[in-house]
């Protein structure tokens, strides 16, 4: 009596080989873990799992809370900000897979921002705590160009190209916020009409809503370099939005690629 006829019902037994290749094989659960590759650092973990992006965009929106919420006194938590903010430049750099000495350069400029916020508040020095976020500036701009070089150069518009660009955007208003940062420890006088020591959320108010063109018009900048500042973010912000992201999402197919396969794999099967 042959395998697998008893009962009426096909049966497959131990001793029965298949031919690798048959149709009637059960398709391959897909593995859902998969081990990186040998050697691989913490950061190059910590980027492979979150290649989407969505990483980088959490630690902006965590940079964004904590600077956001720093007190108006006290440098504590300024130095918090500006490790949070170089943490958030390193991880965009390792999501764009950029070369590993570019990466440990990015590394090594963080943690000079980090250690001149550390000695401005064991010298009460406003110079170096300006010159530690004018390095994140720099560090959160070659992210930004980094990201959206990648962006530009994308074969495809997908959900990665998209959430790429949403992270530049965000990124922009962070990165000119810490620039007016900057400009609040550098300049001796105040950085906007009528706002006499403007804390950190302000900066970052009034950044956001620049790059965005919303204007409230309750913060407006005093001198020549807060002005220049302003408007190059703003046109910077039209720029991007009008352009990229539009000419982006006009592009984007959400389910093209599955719909895609599915019609090769029935053209196979016919």
């Known amino acids: 009596m042959p395998v697998g006829a008893r ?36 950061l190059e973990l910590v980027a492979r799992i979150a290649d989407a992006y969505g990483l980088v965009l959490v630690l902006i929106l965590t940079t964004f809370v ?42 090594g400029a963080a943690l000079a921002a980090v250690a001149a916020a550390a000695l401005a508040k064991a010298v009460s020095s406003d110079a170096l705590l300006g010159a530690a976020f004018i390095v994140d500036s720099l560090l959160l701009t070659v992210a930004a160009v980094t990201i959206l070089r990648r962006v ?71 001198g020549d370099i807060g002005q220049i500042l302003a408007v190059f973010e703003m046109l910077t912000g039209q720029f991007f939005l009008v352009t990229l992201v539009a000419g982006l999402v006009s592009l984007w197919r959400p389910g093209a690629k599955v719909r895609g396969g599915a019609g090769a794999s029935d053209e196979r099967q016919a």
């Open 66 to 107: 904590v600077t956001l919420t720093l007190p108006p006194t006290g440098w504590g938590g300024r130095v918090a900000a500006v490790a949070v903010a170089g943490l958030t430049a390193i991880i965009a750099l390792t999501s764009s897979n950029v070369r590993l000495a570019r990466v440990r350069v990015a590394v």
């Open 7 to 42: 009962g009426g019902r096909g049966r497959t037994g131990a001793n029965v080989r298949r031919v690798p290749g048959d149709r009637s094989d059960p398709p391959a659960r897909p593995r859902r873990f998969v081990r990186g590759p040998v050697g691989e650092t913490p």
């Open 152 to 222: 530009v150069l994308a074969a495809e518009v997908d959900f990665q190209t998209i959430l790429g660009a949403i992270s530049v955007f965000t990124l922009l208003g962070l990165l000119f916020g810490y620039l007016f940062l900057a400009l609040g420890r550098l300049k001796s006088g105040d950085v906007f009409v009528g706002v006499s020591h403007a804390a950190a959320r302000d900066y970052l108010f009034f950044s956001y809503t620049t790059l965005t063109t919303t204007g409230f018009g309750n913060l407006v900048p005093a």
